[in-house]
């Protein structure tokens, strides 16, 4: 009965969901319909193997034999322009079928690319995934489906093996990246959810980081509803700079409501938290060298080894004072040892006196067998 009446509930939800929209669309990253009740309405979202992860540097394996990842005709434009939407979580852009990555251990073909961006003020938060606790200001997503095995993106999302993901961290500075401009200076066009536009077609390998062979890789999920567990992820080391005007554009531009809806909200801080790695392993490409001077695991090697050393110390010292003070002590003894000395002599004495005193007046029993013969 109990399971029925979830069922029913979660069936009325769904419902509800394809209603309002057309689509299965109705979750938010805050609120009632939030991260933490995703897996209400999304079952796999409460999975064991979700995204994005922290990227503990101190606890990932090197594995050398991971290659640079190769993007595959990133730079081929083709004759027909790219198409920007807002979907009311993210701006997507869908990517010709002919761009792939190798260096993974499919052939995947590329589907679209997205970002997720903080409030552009302030601290830095925005990234899905963060390095060492430390998040980023925004985070481009491009999305592959493993054509070798699949036919298509739908096909592919919710099957073990049938996604990967480039993860790139984006940072804030004072320089212009020209290449995000491609994207960044059309979201005017699409202000709200469910507008599209088509946008001139450019190399989006200028939107990776220079060095594609420093990454990190681990078996994941989608980040967004409904998280499939899908996704071979590789979360590139360098980040991409944008300048912090470009930051403020992405993150204030774009609306989550459509363009009748009475209130408007801003499309802001859409980026899902961290999930638990659990018992998954996060490979690394290359050896980290770590960009603080000590890692939290070596600052405690230092103070447990200066405590140790502390206290071997103190305990030598004891050691000698307490060497120093018996040895003082035997310096006093001797004068008075020797006194005492002749007393245990005589002790000694006066015992074999006694012992002496016995034997004799008792002289049949030492050495005498001579009694057996009485019976
Ligand atoms: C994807 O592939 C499946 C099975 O091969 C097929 O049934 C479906 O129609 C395809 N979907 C699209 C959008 O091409
Ligand atoms: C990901 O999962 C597959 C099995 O589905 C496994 O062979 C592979 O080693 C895993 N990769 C990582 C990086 O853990």
Redesign the pocket.
């Known amino acids: 009965m109990d399971t029925d009446w979830k069922r029913v509930s979660v069936f009325l939800l769904f419902l509800k969901c394809v209603d309002c929209t057309g689509t299965a669309t109705e979750w938010t990253y805050a609120g009632t319909v939030g991260q933490s009740e995703w897996a209400k309405i999304f079952p796999d979202c409460g999975g064991s193997s979700q995204s994005p992860i922290n990227v503990d540097t101190s606890r990932t394996l090197h594995d050398p034999t991971l290659p640079p990842i190769q993007p595959l005709a990133y730079n081929k434009l083709g004759n027909k322009p790219f198409t920007l939407s807002n979907s009311g979580h993210t701006v997507h852009m869908t990517l010709p079928q002919w761009m792939g990555l190798s260096g993974l251990p499919w052939h995947y073909s590329a589907v679209q690319l997205h970002l997720h961006w903080g409030k552009g003020v302030g601290v830095a938060t925005g990234s899905e995934h963060t390095i060492n606790g430390r998040s980023s200001s925004a985070e481009l997503h491009v999305v592959h489906y493993n054509a070798e095995l699949y036919g298509n993106m739908s096909e592919a999302k919710t099957q073990?093996?049938g996604l990967a993901v480039l993860g790139v961290l984006i940072e804030a500075c004072d320089e212009v990246n020209q290449a995000y401009n491609s994207i960044l200076n059309y979201l005017g066009h699409i202000r709200y959810a469910g507008q599209k536009v088509s946008i001139p077609a450019f190399d989006v390998r200028s939107l990776l980081p220079d060095d594609l062979s420093e990454y990190f890789?681990?078996?994941g999920s989608l980040t967004t509803p409904p998280c499939y567990q899908s996704v071979?992820w590789t979360l590139f080391n360098e980040r991409v700079k944008i300048s912090h005007s470009q930051l403020m554009k992405l993150s204030s531009v774009l609306y989550s409501s459509k363009a009748d809806t009475a209130e408007v909200s801003a499309l802001q801080d859409n980026y899902r938290t961290t999930q638990p790695l659990n018992n998954?392993?996060v490979?690394s490409s290359f050896i980290h060298v770590s960009d603080q001077i000590y890692t939290a695991g070596e600052i405690a090697a230092i103070v447990i080894g200066c405590l140790c050393g502390c206290v071997g110390l103190t305990v030598i010292i004891l050691f000698i004072v307490k060497t120093i003070r018996s040895t003082s002590s035997w310096d006093v003894l001797p004068s008075i040892r020797p006194a005492p000395q002749p007393r245990t002599k005589d002790v000694g004495k006066e015992v074999k006196e006694d012992m002496v005193l016995k034997t004799t007046s008792d002289p049949e029993k030492p050495e005498d067998p001579a009694p057996q013969t009485e019976s």
Do not use: A, E
């Open positions: 073990g093996n890789r681990y078996n071979l998954r392993t490979l």
